[in-house]
């Protein structure tokens, strides 16, 4: 876990006029508003004798009372009143007495925090470009897995897993589970890969929407705010402009929890009747990862790639590229070194804030150890090893499909089949790279044919069939 990083601490709407407690990187911390509507954020553990701020009252001068004996806190940490001595200063009373406080901001509908004492150097938040237009719609949902924030990130920092986890097929490919050619970048505060494929050639319809030798494109970007992924693909075809667009927000909450929260954005079939549907489809993708991530060991992921690790080339690279700024984060001395992590029932567990780093001395509880910069133990991505599988003839034929499983995988995409009717219609002008009607479709022909395995060939039959027009299910 790494302090000094922007974190989503929640969403604006579920702070109304309570304090609410969250706990984040391990530590406990109290969200409320001052009496402007302020969000501010600070260390949820009483410094008197440990009591949960977030149990008090919040007063009309915004100060945050303890539930014990009543101790005020304002925004900054500041302890300003002790009301069994009303008459003495806090100070006087209580000298050095204070909280450790974060800084605070609200954009985009979302509480940022920044848990750290040093939020100038921090990256700073991104723009949301979609924020405030009218042409997008945004659904949004929050929840808890129980899994290590990298392994909840990389279920989806990967391409492999799209056809695998969630039967999201390369169409263009001859291999279709094998990841198309993209492009991995350093931005500023992250990376992006940006993939182009090329479709298979269409027929009927589809030959007239696109150029044979178009190529099709999807960007994927990762902000160290948040740890935040943004997803984007031109659902109804390059140059449709009907645009799926997801943002993954995740926050640990300790060492094996993490919340994740989501915006599902849309710019097509903007009416409100569609949120639910929209929000479900994108949740059967999220529920397949959680899954996933929840059953992954160990438990509490390493800080960094396990050098004895297995690294297939491209498939891995975007993983690779994400502990690249690890590894920065890391050496500017952010890291919270979790062997000497405090065991949470018997130490109080305390971000290092501004306010400490400025007046380190007089605190009552003593801050989360951080690895200091240039003493991590764990190797650099540069060392890891790579098959150099492109100068390898290859021995085998691509034969996706072939094979099936003794067991047929489970109809997991049998709640969709509802949807497909309106969907159809809608994905005449269909991409050739992620067409997940089609693939829907062709699951739900496999199990028609007594399997839920789906082959090459069933995919281009149907990709034929509805290319000419004709929908199964919209006749
Ligand atoms: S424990 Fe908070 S005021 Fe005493
Ligand atoms: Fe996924």
Same mark, same amino acid.
């Given at each position: 876990?790494?302090?000094?990083?922007?974190?989503?601490?929640?969403?604006?709407?579920?702070?109304?006029?309570?304090?609410?407690?969250?706990?984040?990187?391990?530590?406990?911390?109290?969200?409320? =508003?001052?009496?402007?509507?302020?969000?501010?954020?600070?260390?949820?553990?009483?410094?008197?004798?440990?009591?949960?701020?977030?149990?008090?009252?919040?007063?009309?001068?915004?100060?945050?009372?303890?539930?014990?004996?009543?101790?005020?806190?304002?925004?900054?940490?500041?302890?300003?009143?002790?009301?069994? =001595?009303?008459?003495?200063?806090?100070?006087?009373?209580?000298?050095?007495?204070?909280?450790?406080?974060?800084?605070?901001?609200?954009?985009?509908?979302?509480?940022?925090?920044?848990?750290?004492?040093?939020?100038?150097?921090?990256?700073?938040?991104?723009?949301?470009?979609?924020?405030?237009?009218?042409?997008?719609?945004?659904?949004?949902?929050?929840?808890?897995?129980?899994?290590?924030?990298?392994?909840?990130?990389?279920?989806?920092?990967?391409?492999?897993?799209?056809?695998?986890?969630?039967?999201?097929?390369?169409?263009? #490919?001859?291999?279709?589970?094998?990841?198309?050619?993209?492009?991995?970048?350093?931005?500023?505060?992250?990376?992006?890969?940006?993939?182009?494929?090329?479709?298979?050639?269409?027929?009927?319809?589809?030959?007239?929407?696109?150029?044979?030798?178009?190529?099709?494109?999807?960007?994927?970007?990762?902000?160290?705010?948040?740890?935040?992924?943004?997803?984007?693909?031109?659902?109804?075809?390059?140059?449709?402009?009907?645009?799926?667009?997801?943002?993954?927000?995740?926050?640990?909450?300790?060492?094996?929890?993490?919340?994740?929260?989501?915006?599902?954005?849309?710019?097509?079939?903007?009416?409100?009747?569609?949120?639910?549907?929209?929000?479900? =489809?994108?949740?059967?993708?999220?529920?397949?990862?959680?899954?996933?991530?929840?059953?992954?060991?160990?438990?509490?992921?390493?800080?960094?790639? #396990?050098?004895?690790?297995?690294?297939?080339?491209?498939?891995?690279?975007?993983?690779?590229?994400?502990?690249?700024?690890?590894?920065?984060?890391?050496?500017?001395?952010?890291?919270?070194?979790?062997?000497?992590?405090?065991?949470?029932?018997?130490?109080?567990?305390?971000?290092?804030?501004?306010?400490?780093?400025?007046?380190?001395?007089?605190?009552?509880?003593?801050?989360?150890?951080?690895?200091?910069?240039?003493?991590?133990?764990?190797?650099?991505?540069?060392?890891?090893?790579?098959?150099?599988?492109?100068?390898?003839?290859?021995?085998?034929?691509?034969?996706?499909?072939?094979?099936?499983?003794?067991?047929?995988?489970?109809?997991?995409?049998?709640?969709?089949?509802?949807?497909?009717?309106?969907?159809?219609?809608?994905?005449?002008?269909?991409?050739?790279?992620?067409?997940?009607?089609?693939?829907?479709?062709?699951?739900?022909?496999?199990?028609?044919?007594?399997?839920?395995?789906?082959?090459?060939?069933?995919?281009?039959?149907?990709?034929?069939?509805?290319?000419?027009?004709?929908?199964?299910?919209?006749?």
């Amino acid at each position: 876990m790494y302090t000094n990083v922007w974190y989503v601490a929640g969403f604006s709407k579920d702070l109304t006029n309570a304090p609410l407690k969250v706990t984040m990187l391990g530590a406990d911390l109290v969200l409320f =508003r001052e009496t402007d509507g302020t969000a501010r954020c600070i260390s949820n553990v009483c410094p008197h004798r440990g009591s949960s701020l977030a149990e008090g009252i919040l007063y009309k001068d915004g100060t945050l009372a303890c539930p014990f004996h009543g101790f005020h806190f304002n925004g900054h940490g500041t302890c300003t009143l002790i009301p069994s =001595r009303r008459d003495h200063d806090a100070q006087v009373v209580a000298p050095g007495i204070r909280t450790d406080a974060y800084a605070t901001v609200e954009k985009y509908g979302l509480i940022w925090v920044c848990l750290g004492d040093d939020p100038d150097a921090a990256s700073p938040i991104f723009d949301m470009p979609e924020w405030d237009n009218d042409e997008f719609r945004f659904t949004s949902n929050e929840e808890i897995w129980n899994a290590d924030y990298h392994t909840s990130k990389f279920t989806n920092l990967d391409y492999v897993h799209l056809p695998v986890v969630h039967g999201i097929l390369f169409q263009g #490919n001859e291999n279709p589970i094998q990841a198309p050619e993209h492009h991995i970048t350093a931005t500023e505060h992250g990376f992006q890969s940006v993939m182009r494929v090329t479709p298979a050639p269409s027929e009927g319809v589809w030959s007239e929407l696109r150029d044979k030798d178009a190529k099709v494109e999807s960007v994927l970007k990762f902000f160290i705010p948040g740890f935040t992924l943004r997803g984007q693909v031109e659902i109804g075809g390059i140059g449709s402009g009907e645009f799926n667009i997801f943002y993954e927000f995740t926050t640990p909450i300790d060492e094996h929890r993490t919340m994740m929260r989501h915006y599902f954005l849309r710019n097509y079939r903007m009416e409100a009747d569609f949120d639910a549907e929209h929000t479900r =489809r994108n949740l059967q993708n999220i529920h397949q990862d959680k899954a996933l991530a929840e059953a992954q060991r160990p438990l509490i992921a390493g800080t960094g790639p #396990n050098p004895n690790g297995i690294y297939t080339h491209d498939e891995d690279k975007l993983m690779l590229a994400y502990w690249g700024l690890m590894e920065g984060l890391r050496n500017k001395g952010w890291q919270i070194d979790q062997e000497q992590l405090v065991d949470p029932a018997r130490a109080v567990r305390i971000i290092p804030s501004p306010n400490r780093k400025a007046n380190p001395a007089g605190w009552v509880y003593a801050p989360m150890p951080r690895i200091a910069a240039g003493k991590a133990t764990v190797p650099s991505v540069r060392d890891l090893n790579f098959v150099d599988i492109d100068h390898i003839k290859p021995t085998r034929a691509k034969d996706y499909g072939k094979s099936e499983p003794v067991v047929p995988r489970d109809a997991k995409s049998k709640a969709t089949l509802e949807w497909e009717a309106a969907a159809l219609a809608r994905i005449e002008k269909a991409p050739g790279f992620v067409q997940p009607m089609i693939i829907k479709n062709a699951e739900a022909a496999a199990r028609a044919n007594g399997s839920n395995f789906v082959t090459v060939k069933l995919l281009e039959e149907l990709q034929a069939k509805q290319g000419g027009g004709a929908a199964p299910g919209s006749a």
